[in-house]
């Protein structure tokens, strides 16, 4: 994700799963129960109710991703990508998600008001175009 990078944005491994119980507050759209209990895990899946970092790390940087395997509607995709930015406006993000949404087969994003700026979250399951990191 080279135009990622180059605006800015740090990339993250992608953690397939996290316990829903975490000092982080890091969480994915979709939670399991585990067996035999009573520990639920957030998986990593498509949707934009994630939180990728701590709010603890933003003085590291506001803009970041992840790309990996993920769930999609029930079904395993290998490029899910999730990206969080806090921005002092939407337009600061538009570029980078307007090239996103060109290349995703499908995408959801959600924008929320924080403080002066803004929240960004955006998940997209990757097509072919976007293979190789371009």
């Known amino acids: 994700m080279t135009y990622l990078d180059a605006a800015g944005y740090r990339r993250l491994l992608d953690l397939p799963a996290l316990p829903a119980s975490n000092a982080c507050d890091m969480r994915y759209d979709m939670t399991v129960p585990v067996l035999p209990g009573p520990i639920d895990w957030y998986l990593r899946s498509f949707g934009t109710d994630f939180n990728l970092v701590s709010?603890?790390?933003?003085?590291?940087?506001?803009?970041?991703?992840?790309?990996?395997?993920?769930?999609?509607?029930?079904?395993?995709?290998?490029?899910?990508l999730l990206l969080q930015a806090w921005v002092g406006s939407w337009l600061e993000a538009e570029d980078q998600l307007d090239r996103v949404r060109r290349c995703a087969e499908r995408y959801v994003e959600r924008f929320d008001a924080d403080g002066a700026g803004w929240h960004v979250r955006l998940a997209a399951v990757l097509g072919p175009r976007m293979e190789g990191g371009e």
């Open 55 to 80: 709010r603890r790390w933003r003085h590291q940087s506001t803009r970041w991703y992840s790309l990996g395997w993920g769930m999609s509607d029930g079904d395993e995709c290998d490029e899910l």
